[in-house]
């Protein structure tokens, strides 16, 4: 019930915001953002949750959440750290530790199931934490935030991101991508 909620807010947001110029958002515009934004690299975090498939092994098989500390606890290797890490060097890590003692020749498969979720704070009418969606734009992120309140600057959007170099804040705009994690802050018009 609640993804049919964000979904609706989602096709809302898509047929009633306009951006700048005139033009009308869509969701084909939001996966062409995503697909143009080269320098994304998605990197595992607290929160984020697995399918870690080892072919071969089902009893080693499952679904995982990234804990607070960025480590996946699975069976006979135990806590292995893969905060930072890409999809790719997660799969590494898993089968260099199920290499050392366990399995001669592991595969090891991970995908995402939930990404961790985004924060969108400022002059939104219900800041708060919600549901990371593939290829969100700061527009979407605002109307699952149930809209910009009237005081709101929608040209003052800063995102606080998690990077493999530290937190960063970047100036945004309404096109942005989002990522998972972000806290995107809404500002303040005075006039």
Do not use: H
């Not at 306009?18 to 697909?35: E, H, L, R, V």
């Not at 290499?99 to 219900?126: A, H, S």
């Amino acid at each position: 019930m609640r993804r049919l909620g964000l979904s609706l807010l989602l096709i809302i947001a898509a047929l009633f915001a306009a951006f700048p110029g005139g033009s009308w958002f869509s969701a084909a515009q939001a996966q062409q953002a995503a697909a143009t934004d080269n320098s994304f690299v998605y990197r595992l975090g607290a929160n984020d949750r697995l399918r870690v498939i080892v072919f071969g092994e089902p009893d080693l098989t499952g679904e995982f959440e990234v804990d607070g500390r960025g480590n996946v606890s699975m069976p006979l290797v135990g806590s292995v750290s893969v905060i930072g890490l890409t999809l790719v060097e997660a799969e590494r890590a898993l089968e260099n530790k199920l290499r050392d003692g366990f399995l001669q020749n592991p595969r090891v498969n991970v995908e995402v199931l939930n990404y961790r979720p985004f924060f969108i704070i400022g002059e939104v009418n219900t800041p708060g934490r919600y549901p990371y969606v593939n290829g969100m734009l700061v527009l979407n992120a605002a109307a699952i935030g149930g809209g910009f309140t009237y005081r709101a600057d929608r040209k003052d959007v800063k995102i606080r991101r998690e990077t493999k170099n530290g937190t960063q804040t970047i100036k945004a705009t309404l096109e942005t991508v989002v990522q998972p994690g972000d806290v995107i802050e809404i500002g303040e018009r005075f006039f």
